[in-house]
């Protein structure tokens, strides 16, 4: 591993897959090796007996080199909700994670891990998204949803990034909503409040095309 990011947003839907895929093709576009990760996922579906997610499938898909899922993703819970209620019966243990990410670390250049929830969401009851990424020690990117409301979020989640004392890379403003009144304006208040770079404002793209979007990137 020549580089590392943890990836986490303002919410849940706020963009964090669509931005570490778009990150994923960044990458690649430089001649890099990429692989990524979600260590854990709630909102599972079976597929060939085994449970798998969406947004870890669709990392492994565009990851230069073949992993097997179980890195990729080693908790899948099959239930929509937190996943320290969903993994009641299977409690996330940090060790596990770091002994995946230690094998991915051997596979590729770029490793991209995107969390669940926000950076506060908790994982189990021990510990949370914050928790997690503090053990993995990668320098973290805000992934900003634009939307009413992502000012406070965005700030808040800032802020707790800070409280970590962790490295933060720069944050992603996210454009989910075709009707968003005054995007710009708020885009630019968001930038006068957080003291690191914008690395890039992804687009309303109606169908997911990740390599066009990678082109509005500046890591
Ligand atoms: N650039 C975009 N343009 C249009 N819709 C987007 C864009 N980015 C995200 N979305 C929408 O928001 C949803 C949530 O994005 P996702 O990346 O899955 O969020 P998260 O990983 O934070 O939960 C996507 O399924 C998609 O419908
Ligand atoms: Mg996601």
Redesign the pocket.
């Known amino acids: 591993m020549e580089q590392g990011f943890f990836i986490t947003?303002t919410?849940?839907?706020?963009?964090?897959?669509?931005?570490?895929v778009s990150l994923m093709h960044y990458f690649k576009r430089q001649g890099k090796s990429v692989v990524g990760m979600k260590p854990v996922a709630s909102g599972c579906l079976q597929y060939q007996g085994k449970l798998k997610n969406a947004?870890a499938l669709l990392i492994q898909a565009n990851a230069t080199v073949p992993i097997e899922y179980d890195v990729v993703n080693p908790y899948a819970y099959e239930n929509p909700i937190s996943p320290h209620i969903a993994g009641l019966d299977n409690p996330l243990l940090a060790s596990i994670v770091i002994e995946r990410f230690n094998t991915l670390k051997n596979k590729a250049q770029i490793i991209l891990v995107?969390g669940a929830g926000g950076w506060l969401s908790p994982l189990s009851y021990q510990m949370d998204v914050a928790d997690l990424a503090k053990q993995l020690g990668l320098p973290v990117i805000l992934?900003v949803?634009m939307q009413l409301g992502c000012i406070n979020h965005a700030r808040l989640s800032w802020q707790a990034i800070k409280f970590q004392q962790l490295p933060l890379a720069g944050w992603i403003a996210?454009?989910?909503d075709?009707h968003m009144r005054e995007l710009e304006r708020n885009i630019e208040t968001i930038k006068n409040y957080l003291d690191g770079p914008l690395l890039g404002i992804?687009?309303?793209?109606?169908n997911?095309d990740f390599n066009q979007?990678s082109t509005f990137l500046s890591v």
């Open positions: 947003g919410d849940t839907d706020a963009g964090k897959t669509w931005a570490t947004d995107e992934v949803g996210v454009c989910k075709p992804l687009p309303f793209m109606e997911a979007l």
